[in-house]
């Protein structure tokens, strides 16, 4: 298994309160993602990075911010929860390689904004 | 952009039929990556198989085989005398390499149900 470490894998939290999510890798792949998984929406891509301070938006990127200051790490921070933000968060690595193109995800971690 | 479709949104099985999971994506580019994912009930996600743009040679890995057609922009899943284990959520997905962003684009899943 791709080490890939998500932490807190459970969480509730206020409306209105920051909360910082964190993706740990060992595996030293260049690319990493956050998303999100809601019932009737699938995986939607939230932002990713694609090395150290690279960073993009995707798909559902308002209300979130990220930073990866550190090949290993790729943080994810929602500035002030909503609950609309109640959902599944999965991150993800891949090196691109030409044999290896998938993702690899994370355990998932369960946010609930109360 | 690119986009993937699975409008199979639930599908019931009794146990040792076949079954086909459909995926039908979109895309400018010209090379690109397609990907099948297993989410069972435990929610982790499990990689199952690639496909490149330029290989549409078929697979298939004991019950498991995969179509993959660009004239009709499809990467269909079939399951093989279905078991209850693979009773989950399969989700398709599409990473264009073109632009360099290597996004991973997912379909909305398809929950299989498998009944003994």
């Known amino acids: 298994d791709a080490g890939i470490t998500q932490s807190p894998r459970h969480k509730v939290t206020e409306t209105g309160t920051p909360v910082t999510l964190r993706c740990h890798q060992t595996e030293n792949h260049r690319y990493m993602y956050w998303y999100r998984q809601d019932p009737g929406h699938g995986l939607r891509l939230i932002h990713y990075s694609y090395g150290v301070k690279d960073t993009d938006k995707g798909e559902v990127s308002d209300g979130y911010s990220v930073s990866r200051s550190k090949t290993e790490d790729f943080l994810l921070t929602l500035e002030s929860a909503t609950s609309s933000q109640t959902s599944v968060y999965f991150c993800a690595i891949s090196d691109r390689s030409l044999r290896n193109t998938e993702a690899f995800f994370g355990q998932g971690t369960r946010l609930t904004v109360v | 952009a690119q986009k993937v479709t699975q409008a199979q949104t639930e599908i019931s099985v009794v146990e040792k039929e076949d079954v086909t999971l459909d995926c039908v994506y979109e895309?400018?580019?010209?090379?690109?990556?397609l990907f099948w994912y297993k989410q069972p009930p435990s929610g982790e996600l499990v990689f199952l198989i690639r496909?490149?743009?330029?290989?549409?040679q078929n697979e298939i890995s004991g019950r498991y085989s995969w179509n993959f057609q660009k004239s009709t922009s499809s990467f269909n899943f079939t399951i093989t005398a279905s078991q209850v284990v693979d009773s989950a959520v399969y989700f398709c997905a599409l990473s264009e390499a073109d632009s360099g962003t290597y996004k991973y684009i997912f379909g909305t899943g398809t929950r299989l149900k498998v009944l003994a």
């Open positions: 895309t400018r580019d010209t090379t690109y990556y």
């Open positions: 496909r490149n743009s330029f290989d549409e």
